[in-house]
């Protein structure tokens, strides 16, 4: 998205989407990009709103901005669909008089009513009680079968892969793909994996004790010589401090960076 702030820069690698770069964009194009093409679903959504201008004020100088009408009947449509009894109402109050869940799905239709193609959701779920972490997922899956809308969920909770379906699952440790897994509730394949799932507060109790991961993230990967979880895990072998680990094909299972199954490389 390009929010990096002053003193920030990508050091390499890029960002493509439809075949052309994000960071090629120009200013003016970037400022369309956002929101048009791919809108940023904020992990606080009160940081996402002015708490002196009512919502519906606030929605229209959105789209006036995107070069896009207001619709009134369709803004209380999409409110409507979103589960809100009296979208009406909605309109005429302050970002703070809502609830975090509610104003999530506020910001959510304010991404509907320009048509976005690809919605970044980014730790949506934190702050709010169990059944409304899954009643706004469920949201968002609807938006997928009917919409056609991408969605791209970054989360910590992986409890959440126990009720959604999604096409595809990736796990990452210091900014890393490790696997690659659509099943990593039954069948994790990496140690990191294992430890982040067991990490889950609701275990605790069941197992009487905090499961938690030695060590911390590395500061930077560069003086890095084998694999980037290496001082952390407890299944490390010799060879994963002296080389990095290439993502291994499980069959039927999927993608790992782990040395523990290079006996089980499809590609060889």
Known sequence: MR???????????????KGNSV???????????RGRVVYYLNQDPFVAFDPT???EFQIKEYLKAKRIDYEKKKLLKIL?????EKPEKVLKLYPFELSGGMLQRVSIARALM???EVLIADEITTGLDFELQIELLKILETLVEKKGLSIIIITHNLK?????KFSNV??????????ENGNILNYPLHPYTED?????????????????????????KDNIQGCVFYDRCKKRLKICKEEKPHLYIIKGRGKVKCFLYEDYDNTK
């Open 196 to 220: 982040l799932i067991l990490s889950d507060p609701a275990l605790w109790k069941k197992r009487g004790k905090i499961h938690f991961i030695d060590g911390f993230l590395p500061l930077s």
């Open 23 to 33: 960071f090629s964009l120009k200013n003016s194009e970037i400022i369309d990009f």
């Open 114 to 116: 320009i048509e976005s």
């Open 170 to 179: 990736y796990v990452l440790y210091a900014g890393e793909i490790i696997e």
């Open 80 to 84: 409507d669909d979103l589960g809100f």
């Open 3 to 17: 929010f990096l702030p002053e003193g920030f820069y990508i050091k390499s690698g890029d960002i493509r989407y």
């Open 53 to 55: 201008f009512k919502i």
């Open 160 to 164: 959440l892969l126990e009720y959604l």
